[in-house]
């Protein structure tokens, strides 16, 4: 069971470059998240979702896209990177709500935007 | 205006010397509080889930709080592999359909042998 995984670890963009970062889960959880953590922001949401095929707007979503077309995946992607994008990337997941559930984060990926 | 403050930001504790770290929140309608454990270069690891004023729970030598206004996290005779940054989170009653969390900026603690 790896839980929450995350791929790249690391990666370094050009300005304006695009990538996509991958959060896969083994759970079978329904709800997934993905986060940026800034030094002395702490953790802000980006986009989420409560489902497959869905998704939906969190803190800080512009200069972002997100799709979840599978339960178990759920991308993120930067069209044209900035540097204040320069961030560590978590993604996250839980069981569907009924109750307040925790999350459960991979370990993360580090972007530099050049 | 900030849901979550930590408090404080960085501690520094002799190895056996207990303290306590501060979670305020101001949220209405409160249906979980969490704490969790971040080391360095990882993502969060979960610890506790709180529910309602009063609740108390135990994981080695961590034991966390709850009031109406406030979650302590105390630390009993910390070891250096204590040393983490502690994140508090707090879910409200409007966030019931999708499981957000608003988190804190984090108490970063440094235990010395």
Known sequence: ?114 | EDQVTQSPEALRLQEGESSSLNCSYTVSGLRGLFWYRQDPGKGPEFLFTLYSAGEEKEKERLKATLTKKESFLHITAPKPEDSATYLCAVQDGSQYGNNRLAFGKGNQVVVIP
């Open chain 1, 1 to 114: 069971n790896a839980g929450v995984t995350q791929t790249p670890k690391f990666r370094v963009l050009k300005t304006g470059q695009s990538m996509t970062l991958l959060c896969a889960q083994d759970m079978n959880h329904e709800y997934m998240y993905w986060y940026r953590q800034d030094p002395g922001m702490g953790l802000r949401l980006i986009h989420y979702s409560v489902g497959e095929g869905t998704t939906a707007k969190g803190e800080v979503p512009d200069g972002y896209n997100v799709s979840r077309l599978k339960k178990q995946n759920f991308l993120l992607g930067l069209e044209s990177a900035a540097p204040s994008q320069t961030s560590v990337y978590f993604c996250a997941s839980s069981i569907l709500a009924g109750g307040p559930h925790e999350q459960f984060f991979g370990p993360g990926t580090r972007l530099t935007v050049l």
